[in-house]
């Protein structure tokens, strides 16, 4: 399985920006995909998670109620939805796939997944 991540870039406090996460080659692997993010000088992070099948979603606490996940299950793509970004937003993303057992979105640490993308940087400017 293949990961592409992409769509990341430079906003102002208060915008919006979406980021994109193809998953190409066995992706019946997949079980759940979820964001991850890592700023300067810190641990890769939860961001949140998504089935393959779409029917459960999980945020982390400082991303609730601002970013939404979801998936286009034709284009075999999630998505991350983030509005009314902070400063504190600032990291790359990554996009990770769990192909071992399902977790109903619940897998937070990333050790549990098995895949992952290159990162896209989001970059916002207080």
């Known amino acids: 399985v293949q990961l592409q991540a992409s769509g990341g870039g430079l906003v102002q406090a208060g915008g919006s920006l979406r980021l994109s996460c193809a998953a190409s080659g066995p992706t019946s692997r997949l079980y759940d995909m979820g964001w991850f993010r890592q700023a300067p000088g810190k641990e890769r992070e939860f961001v949140a998670a998504?089935?393959?099948?779409?029917?459960?979603?999980n945020y982390a606490d400082s991303v609730k109620g601002r970013f939404t996940i979801s998936k286009d299950n034709a284009k075999n793509t999630v998505y991350l939805q983030m509005n009314s970004l902070k400063a504190e937003d600032t990291a790359v993303y990554y996009c990770?796939?769990?192909?071992?057992?399902?977790?109903?979105?619940?897998?937070?640490?990333?050790?549990?997944?098995?895949?992952w993308g290159q990162g896209t940087l989001v970059t916002v400017s207080s």
């Open positions: 990770a796939g769990r192909g071992t057992k399902w977790c109903g979105s619940k897998c937070d640490r990333p050790l549990e997944y098995d895949y």
């Open positions: 998504i089935t393959w099948n779409g029917g459960s979603t």
